[in-house]
């Protein structure tokens, strides 16, 4: 890939090692991405797809299901070396460890909706 790629890749994975770590966490229907034609195909290769219904946040990807997750980022450790492999490692990890049975499966529905009574503004309107 060319040099913005690698660049979008690199700011993908260090975005989602950084929520990964966090405590608690949601991950299906919880990590929600504004995205180019470019950085869209990238989020695809890292278990997201594009949103049903848009919102007032704008987003066009919404991270999906864990296992979906794990395999992407599986496949993405047999295909790359170096740095990319110790990140995509990282992740792996940190995927493997949310809890899937007590995961609260918040919904990019239920986030469309909450947001959508939150606020009134709709950028997409204009």
């Known amino acids: 890939g060319s040099e913005h790629t690698e660049a979008l890749s690199v700011c993908i994975d260090e975005l989602l090692l950084q929520y990964l770590k966090l405590d608690n966490i949601n991950w299906e229907g919880a990590v929600r991405c504004k995205a180019t034609l470019v950085s869209g ?29 794990l395999e992407q980022y599986a496949l993405r450790v047999v295909e790359t070396t170096g740095q990319t492999t110790e990140r995509t490692l990282n992740i792996l990890n940190l995927l493997g460890k949310i809890d899937q ?10 986030a469309d909706n909450e947001e959508a009574s939150a606020d009134d503004y709709d950028p997409w309107a204009s």
């Open 101 to 110: 049975t007590t995961e609260n499966n918040f919904s990019s529905d239920e």
């Open 41 to 69: 195909k990238l989020l695809a290769t890292r278990g997201f797809s594009e949103v049903e219904n848009f919102s007032s946040d704008m987003a066009t990807h919404v991270s999906k299901s864990v296992n979906t997750a």
